[in-house]
C-alpha cells in the first residue's frame, strides 16, 4: 500500500513540536537489524543492510544515512527524501558532520544499541555528549495514525487467511515445519513482509516454540501465535488460537479452554482510553487463579498478558504503569500453560477506540477442531 | 558490506543435525577454542551472541540465535564447559535441548549468570572477551560489573578467524545450503515468467526451499527492461518479456548460509547478457587458483578486480566482492586485513554493468584451500 500524501510530513511535525517540548534540537535515530522498525518510521525505509541512521533537524526534512550502497536507490524510492546519503568506514563522522546541524541537545533514538564503541564513536567527533531519546521516540509512535491502522487491518486478514489456511492443510504426518511454510507463503503472498510465527504440535505442549520436524498425529493439540508484518515490524498482527486434530475437543480441554475465553472476554470489555493496561493482566489472572491456576500465572510459566509491536510497544502486565489510549494497537492473550492440557493459546488483535475497542481478526474466539474432527 | 539479512525469527525446521554436527566435530570446535585461550594467556572465555552475529555462540553449542531467545552466551573454561545460557523462556528449555549440543543453564539474567560463570571457571586468570563489542550498553554495563576486577582479553577476531575456518560439519552444512540456494536460482528462472510480481516469486521460492527443510532464505530481487539493476527487497513489480532479472539467493540450513546469484532474461534470449555471463564465468575460472591460504582479503579483492579487467569488465562498486560467508551471511574474513585460511568460504559476487543496458551477476562460494580456491557451484570449476 503506497503512503498517502503528507502522512509522513505530518508525522515529522509531530516529533519535532514533541523536541521543542521536550527540548531537542535534534534527533537521530539509529537502526540495526534487530531494531529496524526506528527509522522506518521517521523515514519509511525497512532497514537491508548493517546499520541506518536517519537525522531529524527541529525544522525541515530527515537526512537519511543507510550502509549499503547498492541500496540506495530503493531507500530513495521507498523514503521519498530528498536527501539520502550512503556511510562508509568513517561513519562516525560522516554522522557527526550531519548532527552538528543539531541546534542544542541531540537526542539519539537507538542509542542503547549503538553500544559503547559506537557512542563513543559518534560522541568523539561531534565533540558533545547525546542523550538517550528512545523513550521519546517510543512514546510518539504508540498511538497510531489513521494510515498505520489501515496497514495493521490489512495485516489482520493476513493472519485470518493464514489460521484458515492451517486448517485446511492440517493432515495427519504433516511436518510441523511444512504446516508453517504453508501458512507463511499464503500471508506472504498477501504481502506480509515477515511472520514472527510460533507454533506447536503434540499433547504436552509447554509453550511456543520452533518447528522441529513433529508430525501431526490423532489427538494433538495445535497452537498458533500467527504474527504477520506489513511492511515495518510495528505493523504486526497477532491471532492466538488453538486447534485439535483429528478428533473432537474432550469435555476436560473444553472446560479448560472456556477459563480462556471467559479471562479473554472479561478483560478486553474494560479496556477504553483511560483504563489502567494493568487492568486487563489483573482480570485474566484472577479468573484462571479462580479456576486453579494462580501459581501457573506466574514466571516461569507465564508473565505478559498482552503487548504491542515494534516501536510504541506496550506490555500489558500487572505491573504497567500507563493506561490505554485512542489508537494503541495490541494484542490481548491469556495464552496458559494448564498442567491438565499442556499450554493453551487464545489471543485477540484489537485497536483501542474513543469508545472501547475493533477487534481486527474475523476468526471466531473459540477451540478449533481440523483434520476431519469437524470446524 | 554484505547482502544482509533482516534478523527476524526464522521459523523453518529447527533440528540438532547429528548426521553433520557430530560429537567428534563439537569436540574438536572446543579444543581449538582451548587452544586459542591457552595461547592467549586466558583461563575462562565468554561469547556473546545476538540474531546479527549467531556466530560465536552456534559454534559451540549449536543454538541459535536468531530463534526465540534472540540472545545468548556460552562460558568455557580450560577444562569445563561450554556452559549455554540464554534469554529463551524457562518453560521453552525441554524443547531447546532437542537442538543444543549441550545443556542450557537456568536463570533469568543470561549474560550476568553466565560472567558468573565464567568468573568460577577462570580461577582469577584472564577472561577472553567475544562479541562483546556488540552488547546493547545496559548489559555491556552488567557485564562490567559482574566482571569488575578482573583481567579482560577482547578475543573478539580471533574467535572470529578459528570459527570461518570452517570444520568438517560446517563445511558438509554450508555445502547443503549452496545446494538449496541454487535450487532457488533454479526456481526463480522457472517461473520468473509465471505472472507473478517479484515479491510473490520470493514468496513462492522460500515455500518451497522450507519444504526441503531449511531454517530460512533471504531473496534479493531486481528486475528491469534497460540499465542497472541491483537485486534487493523484492518489488510488486511483474517482470515482463525482455526484461533483465538479477537474483541473489541465500539460504540457511544446518545454522549455516548458502548463498547464489545469477541474472536471465525473461521470455526470449538477450544474447548479449549471455555473452556477459559467459565472460564472468572465465573471469570465474581463472580465479580459483589465484586465491591460497595467508592471503589477506583485500590482496583477493585485487585478484579479482584484475580478473575482471583482464576480461574488459568492470565491477560494480556499489556491490561487495568478496565476504566471508557462514554462521552468519557476513563473517570473517571482512576487513581488507583479515587473513584467509584453509577452510574459510567466501561468497564472491561478480557483477558488471554493461553498456549501460544491463547488469550481468554471477554469485557463488569459494572455498579456501592451501592449492587455492574451490567453487561450491557447479559452473566455476
Not at chain 1, 304 to 329: C, N, Y
Not at chain 2, 128 to 149: I, M, Q, R, T, Y
Not at chain 2, 372 to 377: D, E, M, N, R
Request: hydrophobic letters at 40%; aromatic letters at 8%.
Amino acid at each position: 500500500m503506497a503512503i498517502p500524501a503528507g502522512e509522513m510530513e505530518s508525522r515529522w511535525a509531530r516529533v519535532q513540536e514533541a523536541m521543542a517540548r521536550a527540548k531537542l534540537g535534534g534527533l537521530l535515530v539509529f537502526s540495526n537489524q534487530l531494531n529496524s522498525d526506528l527509522v522506518h518510521y521517521v523515514s519509511n525505509y525497512t532497514v537491508l543492510g548493517e546499520k541506518a541512521f536517519c537525522f531529524l533537524p527541529l525544522k525541515g526534512e530527515p537526512v537519511l544515512l543507510i550502509s549499503e550502497a547498492w541500496d540506495l536507490e530503493r531507500a530513495v524510492r521507498e523514503s521519498h527524501l530528498k536527501d539520502v546519503r550512503v556511510i562508509g568506514k568513517n561513519w562516525p563522522q560522516e554522522i557527526a558532520s550531519v548532527s552538528r546541524l543539531s541546534e542544542g541537545r541531540l537526542g539519539v533514538a537507538g542509542r542503547e544499541n549503538l553500544g559503547r564503541f559506537g557512542i563513543e564513536s559518534l560522541e568523539k567527533p561531534m565533540g558533545q555528549e547525546s542523550v538517550s531519546a528512545t523513550r521519546f521516540l517510543e512514546e510518539l509512535a504508540t498511538i497510531k495514525s489513521p494510515y498505520e491502522l489501515t496497514l495493521i487491518r490489512e495485516t489482520a486478514k493476513m493472519a485470518d487467511a493464514g489460521f484458515k489456511k492451517a486448517l485446511e492443510v492440517a493432515r495427519e504426518g504433516l511436518p510441523d515445519f511444512v504446516l508453517g511454510a504453508e501458512m507463511d507463503y499464503v500471508m506472504r503472498e498477501m504481502g506480509a513482509t515477515d511472520n514472527f510465527q510460533m507454533l506447536a504440535v503434540g499433547k504436552d505442549n509447554t509453550g511456543m516454540l520452533l518447528p522441529w520436524g513433529k508430525k501431526i498425529e490423532r489427538g494433538d493439540l495445535l497452537l498458533f501465535e500467527i504474527t504477520p508484518a506489513n511492511g515495518s515490524v510495528t505493523y504486526t498482527v497477532q491471532l492466538c488460537r488453538t486447534a485439535i486434530f483429528g478428533e473432537p475437543p474432550s469435555r476436560l480441554l473444553r472446560d479448560k479452554f472456556a477459563v480462556l475465553i471467559e479471562a479473554l472476554e472479561e478483560s478486553l470489555a474494560v479496556i477504553r482510553p483511560g483504563a489502567r493496561i494493568s487492568e486487563v493482566a489483573r482480570i485474566q489472572n484472577e479468573i484462571i487463579g479462580r479456576a486453579g491456576y494462580p501459581e501457573y500465572c506466574r514466571p516461569p510459566y507465564m508473565r505478559g498478558r498482552g503487548h504491542g509491536f515494534g516501536l510504541g510497544r506496550i506490555d500489558v502486565e500487572e505491573d504497567s504503569t500507563t493506561e490505554f489510549a485512542e489508537g494503541m494497537s495490541l494484542v490481548v492473550h491469556p495464552n496458559q500453560f494448564i498442567p491438565e492440557t499442556g499450554y493453551l493459546a487464545l489471543g485477540e488483535h484489537i485497536v483501542v477506540t474513543a469508545k472501547g475497542i475493533e477487534r481486527l481478526t474475523q476468526t471466531e474466539s473459540k477451540i478449533y477442531e481440523c483434520g476431519g474432527g469437524g470446524r | 558490506m554484505s547482502f544482509v539479512k533482516l534478523p527476524v525469527l526464522r521459523h523453518g525446521l529447527m533440528i540438532r543435525h547429528e548426521e553433520i554436527f557430530l560429537d567428534a566435530v563439537m569436540a574438536e570446535r572446543i579444543k581449538r577454542i582451548r587452544k586459542l585461550m591457552e595461547d592467549q594467556g586466558v583461563g575462562g572465555l565468554i561469547a556473546y551472541s545476538n540474531a546479527i552475529q549467531n556466530g560465536p555462540v552456534c559454534y559451540l553449542t549449536n543454538y541459535p540465535c536468531f530463534g526465540l531467545g534472540r540472545r545468548g552466551a556460552v562460558a568455557l573454561g580450560l577444562e569445563e564447559g561450554p556452559f549455554l545460557f540464554t534469554a529463551e523462556p524457562a518453560r521453552n528449555l525441554p524443547r531447546v535441548r532437542l537442538f543444543t549440543t549441550c545443556d542450557l543453564e537456568k536463570g533469568r539474567q543470561f549474560l550476568s549468570a553466565a560472567c558468573d560463570r565464567v568468573k568460577n571457571l577462570s580461577k582469577n586468570s584472564p577472561v577472553g572477551l567475544v562479541g562483546f563489542e556488540n552488547l546493547p550498553l545496559a548489559l555491556a554495563k552488567d557485564s562490567e560489573k559482574e566482571l569488575e576486577g578482573l583481567k579482560k582479553k577482547d578475543l573478539s577476531r580471533d574467535f572470529s578467524a578459528v570459527l570461518a575456518a570452517k570444520d568438517e560439519g560446517s563445511l558438509k552444512a554450508t555445502k547443503r545450503a549452496r545446494e538449496l540456494a541454487e535450487e532457488g536460482i533454479r526456481l526463480l528462472k522457472d517461473q520468473v515468467a509465471s505472472g507473478k510480481d517479484l515479491w510473490q516469486l520470493a514468496a513462492q521460492v522460500d515455500y518451497r526451499l522450507r519444504l526441503l527443510g531449511c531454517e530460512d532464505t533471504n531473496i534479493l530481487l531486481g528486475c528491469a527492461d534497460k540499465g542497472r539493476v541491483r537485486p534487493g527487497y523484492p518489488a510488486r513489480i511483474k517482470p515482463r518479456s525482455g526484461d533483465t532479472v538479477v537474483a541473489y539467493a541465500a539460504v540457511q540450513y544446518a545454522r549455516h548460509w548458502g548463498v547464489a546469484g545469477y541474472t536471465f532474461s525473461v521470455g526470449s534470449a538477450n544474447k548479449d547478457l549471455d555473452a556477459s555471463l559467459a565472460r564472468l564465468g572465465e573471469v570465474q575460472k581463472s580465479l580459483a587458483p589465484k586465491v591460497k591460504t595467508g592471503m589477506t582479503l583485500g590482496e583477493i579483492e585485487v585478484v579479482i578486480a584484475e580478473a575482471g579487467r583482464q576480461a574488459g569488465l568492470m565491477f560494480a562498486p556499489d556491490l561487495p566482492l568478496g565476504t566471508g560467508v557462514g554462521f552468519d551471511l557476513s563473517e570473517y574474513p571482512s576487513s581488507a586485513e583479515d587473513e584467509v585460511r584453509t577452510g574459510m568460504v567466501l561468497q564472491v559476487v561478480l557483477a558488471s554493468d554493461v553498456d549501460q543496458s544491463f547488469t550481468a551477476m554471477i554469485v557463488d562460494m569459494l572455498q579456501v584451500t592451501h592449492k587455492g580456491g574451490v567453487w561450491l557451484g557447479r559452473s566455476g570449476n
